[in-house]
């Protein structure tokens, strides 16, 4: 089983659409969760980090649920420029700062 | 202002072949990191180094060597390129562990023939 598990998809969403992507995780000594996002081509930026009581940037919302050890990110309103490649990151507390990067879900926003 | 920058962009490699990756950051950044992407894997660890004079094997080391020459410089070895090797390597930094952002570099695109 892989550490980081999500959808690859591809979602295809019309403009204005809400779409979820939902990861999991296995290693429950996990500390801190983030969202990257990867544009064709280029170096992956981080979208936002993950906090437990859940957290909000503008369109974007994300959600951790520990007990289930599941993460989860919402997009609102989406936008053309939203596609791109979005990957659930992992930190294992105890191996030195490690990131553990999900294989990606790809988004795709047509008109 | 650069961040991290990665030499070179490209390089074609035949096999057998031994090339070294350069990585440098210029935002005083402790802790450094090589990765692979390759299509369907995601990003995988190759070698990491948590703070200057240290490196540590991530989850592919096997057929790489990593050199972290001084707080700003991370480099990646290939000692006899393989087409197994054939990737997207980026280097990454950040300021103390993983608890914090992680930036990367523009990625280097290896191929060996």
């Known amino acids: 089983r892989k550490e980081v598990e999500q959808d690859p998809g591809p979602f295809n969403v019309p403009e204005g659409a809400t779409v979820a992507f939902n990861c999991t995780y296995s290693n429950s000594a996990s500390q801190s969760f983030f969202w990257y996002r990867q544009d064709c081509r280029k170096e992956p930026k981080l979208l936002m980090s993950v906090y437990s009581s859940g957290n909000e940037d503008g369109r974007f919302t994300a959600q951790l649920n520990r007990a289930s050890q599941y993460i989860s990110l919402l997009i609102r309103d989406s936008k053309l420029s939203d596609s791109a490649t979005y990957l659930c990151?992992?930190?294992?507390?105890?191996?030195?700062?490690?990131?553990?990067f999900g294989q990606g879900t790809e988004l795709s926003v047509k008109p | 202002n650069a961040g991290v920058t990665q030499t070179p962009k490209f390089q074609v490699l035949k096999t057998g072949q031994s090339m070294t990756l350069q990585c440098a950051q210029d935002m005083n950044h402790n802790s450094m990191y090589w990765y692979r992407q390759d299509p369907g894997m995601g990003l995988r660890l190759i070698y990491y180094?948590?703070?200057?004079?240290?490196?540590d094997k991530g989850e592919v080391p096997n057929g790489y060597n990593v050199s972290r020459l001084n707080k700003r410089e991370f480099s990646l070895r290939l000692e006899s390129a393989a087409p197994s090797q054939t990737s997207v390597y980026f280097c990454a930094s950040t300021t103390l562990g993983g608890a914090y952002e992680q930036y990367f570099g523009p990625g280097t695109r290896l191929t060996v023939t």
């Open positions: 990151v992992v930190n294992i507390g105890n191996q030195g700062g490690k990131l553990i």
């Open positions: 180094s948590a703070s200057e004079g240290t490196t």
